[in-house]
């Protein structure tokens, strides 16, 4: 479980010179991620501040990139997640593999008390500073997920990077940038799995790509176009 060594929470945020530290960070410093006026590092993502907050940006040259408000929660997507995760107000809801925020924000607008948790240092960064000030309020741990199902919530949301497919349109860029920190291996999905369906009270729900096999054996499925969500219920 990588982020267990509180040192690993120290991703530097590269402040340039003159750059204002904006109050709405003060959150993200004690969360243990530490400014910086070095030089950033010569390849690859880092954190950076300007004007508007964190962004990420790329020692090779590729566009910044900040994830951005989650869409609104409408349409069929939304809808598909909510009849996964059976969202009412008040279920408790484990978004265990949060990324950019965005399907944990649909459960949460649709009633549930969500929390997240991010493993990527990174991703994390960006996440808190995304959820900042939102309504509604979502928690998000800096942890291996595997830390947080053992607390017992009713739904695990797991939603591991999908592995690539061929034939398939480039993702879109929030995705193609994931692809990039993270990589795009879930290797202990299948343990992850067993754990959450010991603790989850209701149920375990995982994305998948529409016609990726199934991680064990789901009770049901949400299918859709593009995406379904294999549906467990617990072991115990
Ligand atoms: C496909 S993305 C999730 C996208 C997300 N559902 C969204 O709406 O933006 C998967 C994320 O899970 C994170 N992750 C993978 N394994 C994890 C683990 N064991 N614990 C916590 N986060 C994990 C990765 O760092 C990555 O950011």
Redesign the pocket.
């Known amino acids: 479980?990588p982020p267990a060594d509180p040192a690993a929470r120290a991703a530097r945020v590269f402040v340039e010179p003159g750059q204002v530290f904006p109050e709405r960070l003060d959150r993200l410093l004690s969360e243990g991620f530490a400014p910086t006026a070095a030089q950033p590092p010569p390849s690859g993502w880092y954190l950076a501040l300007d004007r508007d907050g964190l962004v990420l940006r790329n020692a090779e040259g590729e566009a910044p990139f900040r994830?951005g408000p989650?869409p609104i929660a409408r349409g069929r997507g939304p809808m598909a997640i909510a009849r996964a995760c059976g969202a009412r107000t008040g279920l408790t809801v484990l978004?265990?593999?949060?990324?950019?925020?965005?399907?944990?924000?649909?459960l949460a607008t649709a009633g549930c008390a969500v929390t997240m948790?991010?493993?990527?240092p990174l991703?994390f960064a960006m996440l808190v500073d995304l959820l900042e000030g939102r309504a509604p309020h979502v928690p998000v741990e800096f942890?291996?997920?595997?830390r947080l199902i053992p607390s017992g919530f009713d739904v695990v949301y797991l939603?591991?990077?999908?592995e690539p497919r061929r034939k398939t349109a480039l993702p879109g860029r929030?995705?193609q940038v994931?692809r990039d920190?993270?990589g795009r291996d879930?290797p202990?999905l299948e343990e992850?799995l067993v754990l959450a369906r010991r603790h989850a009270g209701d149920r375990v729900v995982m994305?998948r790509h529409a016609h990726a096999r199934a991680v064990g054996v789901p009770d049901w499925r949400i299918p859709g176009r593009t995406v379904r969500f294999d549906v467990y219920r617990p072991s115990a």
């Open positions: 479980m994830p989650a978004d265990a593999m949060a990324g950019w925020g965005v399907d944990g924000l649909a948790t991010e493993s990527h991703v942890q291996d997920a595997r939603d591991p990077m999908f929030p995705m994931l920190l993270v879930a202990d992850i994305k």
